[in-house]
């Protein structure tokens, strides 16, 4: 009787190995944890996409919940979610600042014209090391950012009405 | 099957199966260096300094495209990285400051071998443990295997005695 139990062990095995491969099936790869989550903000000084001469340290982010949007002229994916950045803008009064990512300043000034403007000022990052320092690894990335400018959140890919209800709102509420 | 032959059988499975081990485990251990792909124009101010270069370059994994080091792929990221690599080899900074330096931005998905800690102790200890009871389970099929092969002597024996019984009756 035992020796026939034994039998089953393989079969066990395989349920068991075929339970966690198909729970890896439902895991992208692409989706890597933030080092930066639960830390402050990186120092930084930038200039701003319109306003060369300005001088932003991260202090500027500080004193609500804000979202901070990685984007770039030259991010085909950017352009599929800035309605969506405009119009939550305009719905939550939540404040956006973009942090224009490896870009020229008269494409991004362009863009903004061109499109709606939904931040409060585009950081110009133009050698991305402001971007490395945050571990940006293309855009288009979003990080939730606290009243104390600690990074709460990081979402990378595209903004969507779903990704915005579901999986940011409910994030940015919790930190409000 | 004969006794003799059965257990030379069973001896030379018993070699193969070590020999497949051996070829697995000495497979695990071999590095094969890459290709190098990309060819940037750094300019090193001694050979230390480019073989630190290229050695870090190689053990740091490119976060967009993550089945290549920074040196292989071409993605933007990956030259950003590298040129970070280059600059703060030319500040002083050692090869863990740089690779702190990347953990802290990238986390440790950025490296190729992760630190043993407790989140990992699965990830490098893992193998050992499955070798292990494997080991196990091969060592009790061999034995299985032994009393068989002794049972079938001890059968061909009472069939013997059994046959000689019968023989002796047919000739009284």
């Known amino acids: 009787m035992k020796r026939r139990l034994m039998l089953f062990i393989p079969l066990v095995i395989f349920f068991v190995m075929g339970l966690f491969l198909w729970q890896g099936l439902k895991l992208d790869p692409r989706e890597l944890p933030s080092a930066l989550v639960g830390k402050p903000f990186p120092t930084f000084t930038l200039s701003t996409v319109k306003d060369e001469s300005a001088a932003i340290t991260e202090n500027a982010l500080k004193g609500q919940v804000s979202l901070v949007n990685v984007w770039a002229t030259w991010c085909v994916a950017c352009r599929q979610e800035h309605p969506e950045l405009v119009r939550i803008a305009q719905e939550s009064g939540l404040k956006i600042f973009g942090l224009n990512y490896k870009d020229t300043r008269p494409e991004a000034i362009r863009w903004l014209d061109e499109y709606m403007d939904p931040y409060q000022f585009s950081l110009f990052d133009e050698d991305g090391r402001v971007g490395l320092d945050l571990g940006v690894y293309g855009a288009p990335e979003t990080y939730i950012v606290d009243k104390d400018g600690i990074v709460r959140y990081r979402f990378v890919g595209v903004i969507d009405r779903q990704v915005w209800l579901n999986e940011l709102l409910p994030e940015v509420n919790k930190w409000r | ?172």
């Open chain 2, 1 to 172: 099957m004969e006794i003799g032959k059965q257990i030379a059988w069973y001896r030379i499975n018993t070699l193969w199966f070590v020999l497949l081990i051996v070829v697995s485990i000495g497979a695990a251990f071999t590095y094969a260096p890459t290709a190098q792909a990309t060819i940037d124009a750094f300019e090193f101010k001694n050979d230390e300094l480019r073989t630190r270069y290229q050695d870090l370059a190689a053990v740091l994994r490119c976060p967009k495209c993550q089945n290549q080091n920074i040196i292989d792929s071409d993605a933007g990221i990956a030259a950003d990285l590298r040129q970070q690599v280059y600059r703060l080899l030319n500040e002083g900074y050692t090869d863990d400051e740089i690779l702190d330096f990347m953990v802290a931005r990238y986390g440790n998905f950025v490296l190729y071998e992760p630190p043993v800690n407790s989140l990992t102790y699965l990830l490098w200890y893992g193998p050992f443990v499955l070798l292990f009871l494997a080991g196990i389970v091969v060592f009790f099929l061999l034995r299985g295997n032994r009393s068989a092969a002794q049972a079938a002597q001890q059968i061909n024996e009472d069939d013997r005695e059994r046959l000689n019984k019968l023989l002796n009756k047919k000739s009284d």
